[in-house]
Nanobody
Framework: VQLVESGGGLVQPGGSLRLSCTAF????????MAWYRQAPGEQTEFLAQ???????NYADSVKGRFTISRDNAKNTVYLQMNSVGLGDTAVYYC?????WGQGTQVTVSS
């Protein structure tokens, strides 16, 4: 069982980025899937989750800017990031059932 994140990179302040988390050996539609991030020197921060019933919830820090979604056919969960700021620079992780991906780096810089 494995979660593989992708889509990170360098983005300018105010820009957008979409992260992907593809699952292997498990079905994203049957599990609560979550996104977290960890900035340098900071603790891991919960961002968003989507349940098997497609109920989503968000941390206040990203509510209204980030959107979590799921494509069952691709067995992939997404995190659409809009209006990013310097404070969004971090390694972003996908998590399900205490299984973590390797993370993808997002750097916000002009």
């Amino acid at each position: 069982v494995q979660l593989v994140e992708s889509g990170g990179g360098l983005v300018q302040p105010g820009g957008s980025l979409r992260l992907s988390c593809t699952a292997f050996g498990m079905f994203v539609g049957s599990n609560t899937m979550a996104w977290y991030r960890q900035a340098p020197g900071e603790q891991t921060e919960f961002l968003a989750q989507i349940t098997s019933s497609s109920i989503s919830n968000y941390a206040d820090s990203v509510k209204g800017r980030f959107t979590i979604s799921r494509d069952n056919a691709k067995n992939t969960v997404y995190l659409q990031m809009n209006s990013v700021g310097l404070g969004d620079t971090a390694v972003y992780y996908c998590m399900a059932n205490n299984l973590w991906g390797q993370g993808t780096q997002v750097t916000v810089s002009s």
